[in-house]
């Protein structure tokens, strides 16, 4: 069972990829789904261009341990508020929120004082981030 769990981190776990705003680009957030669902997670899309409410609802409805909001167009401070309070609103505050994309370093804490889980970049390595999400949904 412990060998199955190190190969498999992210066992048994479901996490919901979003694309808020009016971001266009995917190709990073799909990279991460895939790179979840080899972890072994149970990974939903919502794809692109969703609203806050429209990815909070989702998670809801899938029953979702964690979100992973991915956000390249800057508005990273204002969508991930919306999420989180849209999670609140549905009494869903309880889900796990990670953020992945272009976000500035002064930001990230930022980000994190807002609730945020964990902060992943563009350089960031993929085990870095299973590991990561493996630790906080444990």
């Not at 939903?44 to 806050?52: A, C, D, N």
């Not at 989702?58 to 956000?71: C, T």
């Not at 204002?78 to 609140?88: G, I």
């Not at 609730?115 to 993929?126: C, E, K, N, Q, S």
């Amino acid at each position: 069972m412990n060998e199955l769990k190190t190969q498999r981190p992210l066992a048994a776990k479901r996490i919901l990829v979003g694309k808020p705003g009016l971001d266009g680009h995917d190709i990073g957030a799909k990279i991460v789904a895939l790179t979840l669902r080899d972890a072994g997670a149970e990974v939903i899309y919502t794809g692109l261009r969703r609203t806050p409410l429209q990815i909070a609802q989702v998670a809801v409805d899938e029953g979702v341990d964690a979100v992973g909001l991915s956000i390249l167009s800057g508005s990273h401070k204002e969508l991930v508020a919306d999420v989180l309070a849209q999670l609140r609103a549905l009494k869903a505050g309880n889900i796990k929120v990670f953020v992945g994309g272009t976000i500035p370093r002064a930001d990230q804490d930022v980000l994190r004082a807002m609730g945020v889980a964990a902060v992943f970049t563009a350089d960031m390595p993929l085990d870095d981030v299973v590991a990561e999400l493996a630790q906080q949904l444990s």
